[in-house]
Structure formats: C-alpha cells, structure tokens
C-alpha cells in the first residue's frame, strides 16, 4: 500500500508553491499517494493588495486549504513557508498552533516529517526556518527527515542556489524577481522522494 505523504505549504509570491510542487513530484516519483494543501493566509485582503501579493495567489487557488485535522491521516507530512525574520511566516505558525488536540492524543507520534523555505537573500534565514518548523516536528513525535549529501545539487558551487541538508529552499530576490532554478527544484525533489522512501520503510517495520 502506497504511503500518503502530504505537502503544507505557505506561500505569497508563488516561490514555495514552486518548491511545493517540485516536493510533491518527488514523493509521486517514490510512489507515493500525495497531497498538496494550503495553509489559510492571517493576512487581510487589504494588506494582500498593497503587498502585490493576490495576483500571484491566482495562480495555485485551485490547491485545497490545509485542514489541521488531516494531518493525522498521513504517514509523512512536509511544510513549506518563506521566511520572517529567519522564522516561519505568521500564517503558517497560525496553522501549527491549531494542532493542539492532535499533539495531546499523539496523533502524528512516529510520523516522518521535513520542512523546506525560500528567502530573499542567499543568506536570509534558510536554515533557521527550517530548523524552527523542525521543532514543531519534534514537539510532535515525528521522525524528521532532512536532505543527504547523496543529492549531488546541494554541492554545485557553478552557481548561487538555495538548498540545505535540513531542507529544499530557494532565493527569491528583494522583490521576488527570482524564481526557482533547476538546481533547487531538483534538490527539492529529492526531498520528497527521500522523505517518501523514509516513510515507506518504516510503514513497512
């Protein structure tokens, strides 16, 4: 029976809707059931216009909103969101906080879990995002699962890319005029496929 893995994602400007696709892919190539879902913007639709932000949301408004309660239904779960300050955006830490009742019952206890980001900047908190949705992983009982150095990409130096050994991530620019190159979303899905295969090898015993 395939594993279900499902990809939460934040995004604003599309950048980590991107890498949500690419994660998605990953997991579908490792033959996994997957589902990509997003988590509810905090954010007036106000504050959304002044940002520049509801155009881009056009794009990936066909993709589910995220319900916290589902997540126990799957047998790994990988989050996505860009980064405020070298921390997970408000929307996201939103979401996480609304899965009280799933930590008390122990509801994802010994399920895999991973993270992935993007920034503006090569150096704008890649890491420290990550690791922090890493905690929230670990308050849970989750098995976290990063990305190994066997993904080749996270070594080419021929050009500036995002990606970490703690998960996928690309650069966006100061004004979101990057997008995600080849190099990151192949590193992304190797994410998925990696977290997929963890999955099924413990599904398996």
């Known amino acids: 029976m395939a594993v279900k ?3 939460v994602f934040y995004s604003l400007y599309t950048h980590v809707y991107q890498l949500a696709q690419a994660v998605a892919e990953g ?3 490792a033959g996994a059931e997957v589902t990509l879902a997003q988590v509810p913007d905090i954010l007036p639709a106000d504050v959304l216009e002044k940002m520049g932000a509801v155009e881009a949301k056009k794009s990936f408004a066909h993709v589910p909103t995220a319900d916290p309660h589902a997540l126990a ?3 790994a779960i990988i989050l996505g ?3 405020r300050y070298g921390a997970a955006a ?3 830490q939103a979401f996480l906080d ?4 799933l930590w008390g019952k122990g509801a994802l206890i010994g399920k895999v879990g991973g993270a992935f980001t993007s920034t503006a900047s090569q150096h704008g908190g890649q890491e420290t995002t990550i690791v922090g949705m890493h905690t929230f992983l670990y308050h849970q009982g989750m098995v976290v699962v990063g990305v190994p150095y066997s993904a080749k990409e996270l070594l080419n130096l021929d050009e500036i890319s995002g990606g970490t050994p703690y998960g996928a991530s690309t650069i966006a620019g100061p004004r979101g ?3 995600p190159t080849a ?7 190797f994410q998925g496929r990696h977290t997929a295969q963890i999955a099924a090898k413990l599904a398996a015993g």
Request: charged content about 30%; overall charge negative; proline content about 3%.
């Open 5 to 7: 893995v499902q990809v």
């Open 27 to 29: 997991a579908k190539e």
């Open 73 to 75: 239904d799957a047998d």
């Open 81 to 83: 969101s860009p980064t």
């Open 90 to 92: 408000a929307s996201m």
């Open 98 to 101: 609304s899965t009280g009742g």
């Open 177 to 179: 005029e990057r997008t």
């Open 183 to 189: 190099n990151e979303l192949a590193i992304a899905r």
